[in-house]
């Protein structure tokens, strides 16, 4: 039995009161009739309780982003992009309410949050751009009154299946394109992020003026619509970001629906920063250290590797151990803090798996400190092999582990030496060579002298090996959410 809310009730008020769904325009219960509590990861305070999505509520959102499908892929593009334009003005407007739910339900830093909020306003003004980018081509051929047109047109409906870390940013940077390009989107977000990752940026795209059924929100258990979500016949394309077996799976469930779809992966990653023996030691020290603490390790992009070249190894190590002991930890919403609480008991449970695994190989602990609720302090361990279990896992974490490269060409076949391939960065003052060894680092994103973590709307945004499929941003986001269509004529 669904429930209906009064929409009105919320606008004149701060976005609050979320309980369920957002499926054709409509806010409501999610009908297994299970709730779950969604908590401040930090203090355990009741955010929300959430009726929880089951099948027929997954039914419904594809039904209605079906349904709402032609009339928005054919809506003119001002007119989409206007919708964006407003989204901007209501994000600049609850601009503190927006970082407040992320300070709250993720346990961002302010820090982190307002980098957040920045990269939603930069991603929606990119997308207001988007809808007249979606261009076609008249082709010549070799044939005497025949003409040949490629028309660039909407995919049709998007799936889009969120993490935690990032959860209104990386929501957005599939939904936002997406629609922008006249597709109707169904999103998933984390159920440890509902709010964050879903209904608040329904909200926004809502009170900016985006018809019905065109956004639909499902939050609800994996176990119970993550499967169905994947293989649903209904969306075009289906996009994932989240973590790499759980990306596998998702590809291999999706391969099996009645109608095959295309499927972008935006997985895991395990970064490493490479320090060059003519770096400059300072800003290579400052860049590890945002790079690997910045939102308590938990970015896909997180430094999670430091491979320093042994001709200044030890004056890495001691410079950053001191570096990374200054670092405030603790409450989010203190502006000071730069490492807040982990998202969720599942992450402190592997983050303390791998504290005690690095212990266990005997390497070097040069920072450490206590574990309390969901906070774990800062952590350093020194002479790490990088073949170890430690080092080749994805520890999203406020943990560093620092490898030491006998020289250049070791630095980069340890930086090689991973399934992944996300973000990667080089330290160098020659940059020359800089450039010649980022060209040699197998990832999909590599930085010459800064962190590792970047993103910006318009420029490309991928990995490769397992850390996923396909691209984002700018003009490779149109290519995956358009299709295109051969016309011709003969005259
Ligand atoms: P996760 O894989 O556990 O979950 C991601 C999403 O998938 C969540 O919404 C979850 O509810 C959902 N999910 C889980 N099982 C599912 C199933 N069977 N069917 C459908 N949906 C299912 O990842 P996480 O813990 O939320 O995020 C952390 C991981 O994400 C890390 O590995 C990180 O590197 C990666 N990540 C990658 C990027 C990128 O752009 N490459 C960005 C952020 C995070």
């Known amino acids: 039995m669904q429930q209906n809310v009064d929409r009105s009730a919320f606008f004149p008020r701060a976005y609050d009161g ?191 003026g985006l018809p019905a059924g065109v956004l639909n929100v499902v939050v609800g258990s994996s176990s119970v619509i993550g499967d169905a979500f ?37 997985l895991g990653g395990n970064a490493p920063l490479v320090v060059l023996d003519d770096a400059d030691l300072e800003k290579a020290v400052g860049a590890a250290l945002i790079g690997r603490f910045m939102h308590q390790g938990q970015i896909c992009m997180s430094t999670n590797r430091i491979i320093v070249d042994a001709s200044i190894y030890d004056d890495f190590v001691e410079a950053y151990t001191a570096a990374v002991k200054t670092i405030k930890y603790g409450d989010p919403n203190d502006p000071a803090t730069l490492v807040g609480p982990l998202c969720n008991d599942s992450q402190v449970r592997n983050v303390t798996e791998s504290i005690a695994r690095a212990r266990q190989s005997g390497f070097r602990e040069c920072v450490s400190g206590p574990i309390e609720g969901r906070v774990v302090a800062p952590h350093v361990f020194a002479d790490v092999t990088n073949d170890s279990e430690f080092a080749r896992n994805e520890i999203f974490g406020p943990v560093a582990p620092i490898i030491r490269a006998a020289n250049e060409a070791e630095a980069l076949a340890f930086a090689n030496d991973t399934e992944f391939g996300l973000s990667s960065a080089v330290f160098t003052r020659d940059e020359a060579r800089g450039l010649a060894f980022a060209q040699r680092i197998e990832a999909g994103m590599t930085h010459i002298n800064d962190i590792t973590i970047h993103d910006y709307p318009h420029v490309m945004f991928g990995g490769e090996k397992n850390s996923g499929l396909g691209r984002f941003n700018g003009k490779w986001i149109v290519e995956e959410f358009t299709t295109d269509h051969f016309i011709s004529i003969q005259r």
């Open 18 to 208: 979320f309980t369920g769904q957002y499926i054709a325009g409509r806010w409501v219960a999610g009908t297994t009739g299970a709730t779950v509590l969604d908590r401040n990861p930090y203090d355990d305070a009741v955010l929300a309780e959430i009726t929880q999505a089951g099948l027929s509520d997954l039914a419904q959102a594809f039904a209605a982003a079906k349904a709402a499908q032609d009339d928005w892929g054919r809506a003119l593009p001002g007119d989409r992009a206007a919708v964006f334009l407003k989204a901007v003005t209501i994000l600049e407007a609850r601009k503190e309410e927006i970082i407040g739910w992320l300070v709250r339900e993720s346990g961002s830093t302010r820090l982190k949050a307002g980098i957040e909020w920045g990269a939603v306003r930069a991603g929606m003004l990119e997308a207001a751009t988007m809808p007249a980018s979606a261009q076609g081509h008249i082709i010549p051929v070799d044939r005497p009154g025949k003409e040949a047109r490629v028309y660039k047109k909407p995919v049709g409906v998007v799936g889009v299946i969120s993490p935690w870390n990032f959860p209104l940013h990386l929501s957005n940077r599939s939904v936002a394109p997406a629609l922008a390009l006249g597709n109707a989107v169904v999103l998933k977000p984390s159920n440890d992020t509902p709010i964050t990752g879903g209904l608040l940026l329904a909200k926004i795209y809502e009170e900016a």
């Open 230 to 266: 994947a293989r649903h016949p209904v969306p075009r394309v289906l996009t994932f970001t989240g973590s790499t077996p759980v990306g596998r799976h998702i590809a291999q469930v999706a391969g099996e629906s009645s109608l095959l779809k295309r499927i972008g992966l935006e």
